[in-house]
C-alpha cells in the first residue's frame, strides 16, 4: 500500500493528501487539494476571492431550471456540475459533469458530484443518458452514479425544459 500523507496546500489553501506512489508516477505532481464539498463550504459568486480552491454556487434563474456547482481557483474554472432540483416534488436531475483536461483524475469530478448531492440530499437523483464517451464511462464507472441514467423530471422541470428532447423518448420504454 501506498503511503498518504497529509499537508495544507499553499496553493489552493486547503488540506491537501500526498500520495507518494502517485507522486513517483512520471507527469503527475500527486497532490490532490482535499475539498469539503458540504453546503456550508460552497459560496456564492459575490463571495468569490483570488485565492483558494472553491466551491461557487451558480443559481438556476427559475426555480426548477439548470444551475451548477463550479470548481475554481479564483477565475479560473476547473470544473462545473449542472443539474436541475426541484424542491417542491424533490426530484433532481444530474445534467452534466465537466473537467478541464489538466485537472482530470485528481477527483475534482467526484468533489463536484458530491457538492451537488450534498445540496439535494434526500431528493429523488436521475440523471442524463452518459452516452459513449469513454471518459465519461470510465468517471462514472469508477465514482458510482447518482441514480439511473434515464431522466425522471417534474412538471416544472419539463416546463424548464432541463431534459432535451432526444433524451425524452427514453420515458416511451
Ligand atoms: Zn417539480
Known sequence: MARVRQGWSQDYRAPEWLCEACYALPGRDGVWALIDPALSRQITEDHVDEYGLRLVLLPPLTGAGIGAVQLRMGHTIFGEI??????????????????????????????????????????????????????????WARIGAVGPTSPYPCSHQVEQKVVPAQFQWTQWW
Do not use: Y
Not at 458530484?113 to 442524463?128: D, I, S
Open 82 to 139: 449542472r443539474f436541475s432540483l426541484c424542491g417542491i416534488d424533490r426530484r433532481a436531475i444530474l445534467v452534466n459533469v465537466e473537467v478541464e483536461e489538466k485537472h482530470r483524475r485528481r477527483g475534482a469530478g467526484s468533489v463536484l458530484v458530491a457538492a451537488a448531492v450534498a445540496r439535494a440530499a434526500r431528493f429523488e437523483w436521475t440523471m442524463l443518458p452518459i452516452g459513449q464517451d469513454p471518459v465519461a464511462v470510465a468517471f
